[in-house]
């Protein structure tokens, strides 16, 4: 349906900044709320931050202040600043349209590893 393809993860240093892109349709990017969401291992996917058609933004508790998401619409791209990474930020992150409930809308990508380590 709805073709979703992260990148920009990588291994950094605890401190450290990455910045993941998120490309999809012109479609979805004009009048789709989009979200990044992450997965440790053994983890539930979690929802860290979205931002809505007219670029207003929301994140988990877990990742304000550090993360930034960003859309630009003529690019068909979603973007994710990550400043002052910790370990605990390590996952495989994923981009897709959030629902109502936590969720997403559309299928899963392969999404792009973020492993933050010393």
């Known amino acids: 349906q709805v073709q979703l393809v992260e990148s920009g993860g990588g291994l950094v240093q605890p401190g450290g900044s990455l910045r993941l892109s998120c490309a999809a349709s012109?479609?979805?990017?004009?009048?789709?709320?989009m979200g990044w969401y992450r997965q440790a291992p053994g983890k539930q996917r979690e929802l860290v931050a979205t931002?809505?058609?007219?670029?207003?933004?929301n994140y988990a508790d877990s990742v304000k202040g550090r993360f930034t998401i960003s859309r630009d619409n003529a690019k068909m791209t979603v973007y994710l600043q990550m400043n002052s990474l910790k370990p605990e930020d390590t996952a495989v992150y994923y981009c897709?349209?959030?629902?109502?409930?936590?969720?997403?809308?559309?299928?899963w990508g392969q999404g792009t590893q973020v492993t933050v380590s010393s």
């Open positions: 897709n349209v959030p629902n109502s409930a936590g969720g997403a809308l559309g299928s």
């Open positions: 931002i809505t058609s007219v670029g207003s933004t």
């Open positions: 012109r479609i979805i990017f004009s009048i789709k709320t």
